[in-house]
């Protein structure tokens, strides 16, 4: 007896297929959850979560956190591949506020959905035993929002899929959590919290384009190098505009110019500075070592001073 769903279902993939096989189309095909990848180890296996938040705006100091989402994963230790989903949590929180209509608009979630609940911090907690790493797509807005509200992850060392995944020199144009599944012939509903770590987990798993490494990899060697973030102190007022041409920030509290590097960039950004900036003279500057303990938070890393 035929099966109607199984005809259709056999029909689409046909004409997916068809599509697909023509440099005039391209198929995305919508994200289906999976646990198991099917992939086995041989050798020690690690655990690791994806998290993802949304809020009722991005001001740190005013909105909060009203969904949190995290997956729980197992992966191998020497090569970084992924190999299943060991637990999911998904909860919302009643701000205690009306919900902006403008947030509303982008992720869904409304008064009515958060009313009376509330995260449930003791299973967040258990989720974060014994991880290696955090994973957050935009890991500067997401740790802040969720180290206000759940101070145990402060307690564990972030990754960042956004900043320490090299998308564009492994050929992607852009670097949006969407735009990479697009590129990688798949969609999924955006903007809610779960959905959105299980498309970066499927992301993660992946191999890049050009190195063939897996994603998941490339972020581990990245988090597990911290970045120095070198301070210009006391740099001349009339090389303002030559440091922030070259990528410094200024801090107004600290006021002082600022930029992230690798620890292998440091000596050549050290040598730039002293030629460009305080004209070869010796120079003090301070030294910030971000490791994956407090990258992307807003806490401050160890500094010392260093002569140029």
């Given at each position: 007896?035929?099966?109607?769903?199984?005809?259709?279902?056999?029909?689409?993939?046909?004409?997916?297929?068809?599509?697909?096989?023509?440099?005039?189309?391209?198929?995305?095909?919508?994200?289906?959850?999976t646990d198991d990848f099917g992939?086995?180890?041989?050798?020690?296996?690690?655990?690791?979560?994806?998290?993802?938040?949304?809020?009722?705006?991005?001001?740190?100091?005013?909105?909060?956190?009203?969904?949190?989402?995290?997956?729980?994963?197992?992966?191998?230790?020497?090569?970084?591949?992924?190999?299943?989903?060991?637990?999911?949590?998904?909860?919302?929180?009643?701000?205690?506020?009306?919900?902006?209509?403008?947030?509303?608009?982008?992720?869904?979630?409304?008064?009515?959905?958060?009313?009376?609940?509330?995260?449930?911090?003791?299973?967040?907690?258990?989720?974060?035993?014994?991880?290696?790493?955090?994973?957050?797509?935009?890991?500067?807005?997401?740790?802040?929002?969720?180290?206000?509200?759940?101070?145990?992850?402060?307690?564990?060392?972030?990754?960042?899929?956004?900043?320490?995944?090299?998308?564009?020199?492994?050929?992607?144009?852009?670097?949006?959590?969407?735009?990479?599944?697009?590129?990688?012939?798949?969609?999924?509903?955006?903007?809610?919290?779960?959905?959105?770590?299980?498309?970066?987990?499927e992301l993660l798993r992946r191999?890049?384009?050009?190195?063939?490494?897996?994603?998941?990899?490339?972020?581990?060697?990245?988090?597990?190098?911290?970045?120095?973030?070198?301070?210009?102190?006391?740099?001349?007022?009339?090389?303002?505009?030559?440091?922030?041409?070259?990528?410094?920030?200024?801090?107004?509290?600290?006021?002082?110019?600022?930029?992230?590097?690798?620890?292998?960039?440091?000596?050549?950004?050290?040598?730039?500075?002293?030629?460009?900036?305080?004209?070869?003279?010796?120079?003090?500057?301070?030294?910030?070592?971000?490791?994956?303990?407090?990258?992307?938070?807003?806490?401050?890393?160890?500094?010392?001073?260093?002569?140029?």
């Amino acid at each position: 007896m035929a099966d109607p769903k199984s005809d259709r279902k056999a029909a689409l993939d046909a004409a997916a297929a068809l599509l697909a096989a023509d440099p005039d189309f391209k198929v995305l095909r919508r994200l289906v959850a999976t646990d198991d990848f099917g992939i086995q180890s041989s050798g020690p296996i690690a655990a690791a979560v994806v998290v993802d938040t949304e809020t009722t705006g991005t001001r740190r100091a005013e909105d909060q956190i009203i969904e949190v989402a995290l997956v729980r994963f197992e992966y191998a230790a020497n090569s970084g591949e992924i190999l299943r989903v060991v637990a999911v949590y998904s909860g919302l929180e009643d701000p205690g506020r009306p919900i902006p209509p403008e947030s509303t608009a982008i992720h869904g979630i409304t008064d009515g959905m958060v009313a009376g609940k509330r995260i449930d911090d003791a299973r967040v907690a258990e989720l974060l035993t014994g991880v290696t790493l955090v994973v957050a797509h935009n890991a500067a807005f997401d740790r802040p929002f969720l180290e206000s509200r759940l101070p145990v992850f402060t307690n564990v060392p972030w990754g960042c899929s956004y900043a320490q995944v090299p998308w564009e020199a492994e050929g992607f144009r852009g670097t949006k959590l969407e735009y990479l599944a697009w590129s990688s012939g798949f969609f999924f509903d955006a903007h809610r919290s779960e959905m959105d770590c299980r498309a970066l987990l499927e992301l993660l798993r992946r191999k890049l384009p050009k190195s063939g490494r897996v994603a998941f990899h490339a972020l581990l060697e990245a988090a597990a190098e911290p970045a120095l973030r070198l301070w210009a102190t006391g740099s001349p007022f009339e090389t303002k505009d030559v440091l922030r041409e070259r990528g410094y920030r200024w801090d107004a509290d600290r006021r002082c110019w600022h930029r992230l590097v690798s620890r292998s960039a440091a000596k050549e950004e050290s040598e730039w500075l002293k030629a460009a900036v305080y004209g070869g003279r010796a120079a003090q500057i301070d030294v910030e070592v971000l490791d994956a303990k407090v990258r992307f938070s807003e806490r401050p890393g160890p500094r010392k001073a260093r002569v140029l």
